[in-house]
């Protein structure tokens, strides 16, 4: 219910902006893909943390769970690499490598996968802000990774002058998975005007919106090929 109040608010701007005309009971979510939202670090793996304590893996996780329920809502088939605030490596000797080739695996099982992995970025001084979007090296995945750092940009920051760029090859979620599949650095952890609005769940849902409506239209694209 909260999200369909957050989404009424948001008069869907965001997602009509990308869809186009197209209208969300006109068929959107074709068959046959699986969507993979992984909600990235997570237990005690809390990721990059702010200067007043917020930690990446939660606001990971809080915009997965907001993209889970637009995937419900257009009937986008989806599984999740976490729900909670838990890894996929076991806590007592957690191993981030194990965790990562926890969510390889997952990725790879899954038929027709195309995978969306949530993170938010970090650096050593505050200045820097702003989304980017790293895409697996493949064609697939560099459309999807260009359409939906544009999206991001056009719809939430158009100051923001990052661009998409090839997930570097030492990247293991990416350099691993066979599917398409992009991760999308929020925002920064260190640039504290940012943790704010990443804190928001109004602009956590934007976020999402920007995701899904970015997702629609790759799906749109490969149908078409
Ligand atoms: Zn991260």
């Keep these: 219910m909260f999200l369909l109040l957050v989404l009424a608010s948001l008069g869907l701007s965001a997602f009509f902006l990308i869809r186009g005309s197209q209208t969300l009971d006109s068929g959107v979510a074709p068959q046959g893909y699986t ?7 997570g237990g005690i793996d809390g990721g990059a943390i702010s200067d007043n304590g917020t930690k990446e893996s939660d606001i990971n996780l809080a915009i997965a769970v907001k993209l889970r329920a637009l995937a419900e809502l257009i009937g986008q088939p989806f599984v999740m690499t976490r729900t909670d605030d838990s890894s996929r490596s076991s806590y007592a000797d957690y191993s981030e490598h194990e965790d990562l080739v ?13 995978l969306v992995s949530i993170h938010q970025n970090d650096f050593p001084t505050s200045q820097p ?12 995945s560099e459309s999807l990774g260009k359409r939906t750092h544009h999206n ?16 570097p090859r030492a990247l293991y979620l990416t350099a691993n998975v066979s599917c398409p599949a992009i991760l999308v650095e929020c925002g920064f952890m260190s640039n504290n005007f940012e943790v704010e609005k990443l804190n928001d769940p109004k602009y956590q849902c934007s976020i999402a919106l920007v995701l899904t409506g970015s997702l629609l239209q790759f799906f749109d694209e490969i149908e078409m090929v």
Excluded: F, M
């Design 152 to 167: 991001l940009i056009q719809c939430l920051d158009p100051q923001n002058r990052r661009v998409a760029e090839p997930a």
């Design 102 to 114: 926890q969510r390889v695996k997952l990725v790879n099982d899954t038929p027709g996968a195309v």
């Design 129 to 140: 802000s702003g989304a980017q979007v790293l895409y697996a090296r493949d064609a697939d």
């Design 35 to 41: 969507l993979v939202i992984d909600p990235g670090h």
